[in-house]
């Protein structure tokens, strides 16, 4: 069964703390994508992958960066973690060519104190 | 500018009767849409799709039916099951254009009520 993990189901850190967030892929997927989701926001993309070392920003990069140092690895790092950034983070992968659609990990609910 | 518009944030159905979801897009390019069904604290996966040169697709109790004169797509569950309970989320991709990144919807909350 093809698998997106991402590394903690739910994180609290505190304010000002630097965040990893990791993510996980065993597709041999050229798309990698980070997002989050809020009560009424929907799912909004914060950074996108399509090859090793390579990122773009998405609709909401700021206070974000990712690393991507691997093909099956795709890192969210919080800089220095604010309470707005609370939220469920959602990694999914994609194949590049031939597309099917969007696998999804299973999330990480961050709480920032 | 919000390209794919679910304009129900949420939907309350009883079991047994259809549910209807709706969603509308902007962007002429896109040709390629998905639904997507996501339980609290898990990610969101994939329970759909259709392309342009269809207008309907149907996967069991799931039909999607697309419109693309009106730009709008729909999501028939019939019969409606309290499992179903989730949060929907269209999607489209303009693939034809190159583009294999889906833009999302903002989602609509369904409800079964037994």
């Known amino acids: 069964d093809v698998k997106v993990t991402q590394s903690s189901r739910y994180l609290v850190k505190r304010t000002g703390e630097k965040v990893f967030l990791e993510c996980v892929q065993d597709?041999?997927?050229?798309?990698m994508f980070w997002y989050r989701q809020d009560p009424g926001l929907g799912l909004r993309l914060i950074y996108f992958?399509?090859?090793?070392?390579?990122?773009e920003k998405g609709d909401i990069p700021e206070g974000y960066s990712v690393s991507r140092e691997k093909k099956e690895r795709f890192s969210l790092i919080l800089e220095s973690a604010s309470t707005n950034q609370t939220s469920m983070y959602l990694c999914?992968?994609?194949?590049?060519?031939?597309?099917?659609?969007?696998?999804f990990g299973s999330g990480t609910r961050l709480t920032v104190v | 500018d919000q390209q794919v518009k679910q304009n129900s944030p949420s939907l309350s159905v009883q079991e047994g009767r259809i549910s209807i979801l709706n969603c509308d897009y902007t962007n002429s390019m896109f040709d390629y849409f998905l639904w997507y069904k996501k339980y609290p604290a898990e990610g969101p996966t994939f329970l759909i799709s259709i392309s342009s040169i269809k207008d309907k697709n149907e996967d069991g109790r799931f039909t999607v039916f697309l419109n693309k004169s009106a730009k709008h797509l729909s999501l028939h569950i019939v019969p409606s099951q309290p499992g179903d309970s989730a949060v929907y989320f269209c999607?489209?991709?303009?693939?034809?254009?190159?583009?294999?990144?889906?833009?999302f919807g903002k989602g609509t909350k369904l409800s079964v009520i037994p």
């Open positions: 999914a992968s994609s194949r590049r060519q031939g597309y099917y659609g969007y696998t």
């Open positions: 999607a489209a991709s303009a693939r034809g254009a190159g583009s294999y990144q889906l833009t």
């Open positions: 992958s399509y090859d090793v070392k390579m990122k």
């Open positions: 597709m041999d997927h050229e798309n």
